[in-house]
């Protein structure tokens, strides 16, 4: 089976891997280089934790979370590549810990080693939290990892598998042919395949439109900051009404904004000054640290904010990833294998009613 994939992101450098390793031909169409857009914008936050265990997201979440030393191990094994897998833990001040009503229910999943941290016990963990900061709860299941390094590795992975990545190469138009996905046209030029999975991020409904099938996915712009951070004054992932996450590599990443601002590229002096607040309000001492990096990137975001999953509905070959909206590094591993499943024709190994495509009630010509 030969299959064409649109968007070298992470979910489609995942997903192409994946499908090689099933024996599948795979040719993947990036517009510019692998991990160029949202995925590399990212923090690399693995942090399943919401404030049910019984939605359908969360069980996808955790799926995914439980796959990840397994990919890890594998992906250096065939690539080399360190992705910085971090497992120390996130900190949720009181404030940010209310907003998970039920963590209760996550308690009871030992590995995720829930625990209440009061006082002196919270800043012997994390000495530079604000001293203002007397509550938390910490969670030893959060873990995070370096994901610009992360889709330089699926895509070495998948390319060491037979995958065809096709760099600076943009898809204009996807072809459907008496009712089925045919092929994709790039640059003038008609390829053909056995199916189109489709993995463009917040760019996904563009070409959905083309085919007269609104897919209803649209980008919400995150800005971020990254602070010089040798010697380190955080040594977890603190999550707050921003996130701080320290990398081995010796940056302090701080998100992230999220606005509806369309495609426009720029990283703003509101967007900044507000991370920065929020940042300085869990831990003061950050005040002294470099400015190394800003960056902005757009998110695929569906209206309920779930994920868009599977088969376009009324046309054959045509499947569907994207609308992982702040989620696509966490996800990545198990949207690739349920991805997999759908194109060669087994059952998806988890319930995925929830996020198929037809759920806004999209078809092809409607």
Not at 56 to 65: E, H, I
Not at 82 to 102: C, F, H, L, M
Not at 213 to 235: F, N, S
Request: charged share 20%; proline share 6%.
């Amino acid at each position: 089976m030969k299959v064409l994939v649109v968007g070298g992101g992470i979910i489609g450098c995942a997903a192409a891997y994946e499908l090689a390793r099933v024996g599948c031909r795979v040719t993947v169409f990036e517009r510019a280089t692998p991990g160029a857009e949202a995925s590399s914008a990212a923090a690399g936050l693995l942090a399943p934790i919401d404030e049910s265990t019984e939605t359908s997201f969360a069980r996808l979440a955790l799926a995914s979370w439980r796959l990840y030393p397994d990919v890890v191990r594998d992906l250096q094994e065939r690539t080399g590549i360190d992705v910085e897998y971090v497992t120390r833990g996130t900190i949720y001040p009181a404030a940010a810990a209310q907003k998970r009503r039920d963590v209760g229910q996550w308690a009871d999943i030992a590995e995720f080693g829930v625990e209440r941290l009061e006082g002196e016990e919270l800043h012997r963990r994390e000495p530079y939290l604000s001293p203002k900061i007397r509550h938390a709860i910490f969670v030893k299941g959060d873990h995070w990892l370096n994901n610009q390094r992360l889709v330089l590795a699926y895509a070495q992975a998948a390319a060491a598998a037979g995958v065809e990545i096709k760099t600076g190469c943009n898809v204009s138009r996807l072809v459907v042919e008496n009712g089925r996905a045919r092929a994709v046209v790039t640059e003038g030029e008609r390829v053909d395949g056995d199916a189109v999975l489709l993995a463009a991020g917040a760019w996904s409904g563009e070409l959905m439109a083309g085919l007269g099938a609104p897919l209803r996915i649209e980008p919400r712009r995150g800005q971020m900051i990254a602070l010089a951070h040798v010697p380190a004054v955080v040594t977890h992932c603190v999550h707050g009404e921003v996130y701080l996450a320290p990398r081995p590599s010796g940056e302090l990443l701080i998100g992230a904004t999220v606005e509806r601002a369309g495609f426009q590229r720029a990283v703003t002096a509101e967007g900044i000054a507000g991370l920065l607040h929020s940042a300085f309000e869990l831990v003061p001492a950050l005040r002294a640290l470099p400015i190394a990096r800003t960056w902005c990137g757009f998110r695929p975001w569906a209206p309920d904010s779930l994920p868009v999953l599977g088969p376009w509905p009324g046309v054959d070959g045509l499947f569907v990833a994207t609308g992982h909206f702040r989620n696509g590094i966490l996800l990545a591993p198990i949207t690739a294998r349920l991805m997999t499943e759908w194109i060669t024709g087994r059952e998806p190994r988890l319930a995925v009613k929830d996020f198929l495509p037809g759920r806004f009630g999209q078809r092809f010509g409607a």
